[in-house]
């Protein structure tokens, strides 16, 4: 994986004023998404949309920390190599959302379908992961 200042260099995130209206509605849209997907069962016909869900969710949550940081990503990697900055956040759980990046762009740019327990998996680390951003959002002011 590249670095963050590789990103920036390319022209894929740009430094701008930190924007805490746009982080706020980044995590509704993300509690939005979970609230709907956390109604839904996970099964054959499904998984592909919940995983894709879950993973946006997680996305908004990365990229609203970034807008807390004064950035805007327009790299879904970007927005996950930031998280490097943190020492909360382990490499293993970096590179599980890169997997999930991947696996999300793999469904929805080659058809590619999830199958139903990589979405619960995906599910069971959201629940880990999201007291850690959420911890972090907070202490970026919001």
């Known amino acids: 994986m590249n670095t963050f ?5 390319k022209g894929d995130v740009k430094k701008v004023s930190k924007d805490f209206a746009l982080a706020r509605s980044l995590i509704e849209s993300a509690d939005m998404r979970i609230r709907f997907v956390s109604k839904e069962n996970v099964n054959g ?6 995983y894709e869900q879950v993973y946006d969710a997680l996305r908004e949550l ?11 990503s327009y790299s879904h990697v970007a927005s996950i190599i930031y ?19 991947r696996k999300r762009n793999n469904s929805k740019y080659y058809g590619e379908q999830t199958i139903p327990e990589e979405t ?3 599910l069971a680390f959201y629940l880990v992961v999201r007291p850690k951003l959420d911890k ?4 970026l002011g919001l």
Do not use: V
């Open 5 to 9: 200042e590789y990103f920036m260099e």
């Open 62 to 72: 990365l990229d609203s920390i970034l807008a807390l940081e004064g950035y805007k």
């Open 83 to 101: 998280l490097r900055k943190y020492q909360e956040f382990t490499p293993a759980e970096i590179n599980k959302l890169d997997e999930a990046r």
């Open 45 to 50: 016909e499904s998984a592909t949309i919940i």
């Open 120 to 122: 619960k998996e995906l």
């Open 136 to 139: 972090k959002i907070k202490e």
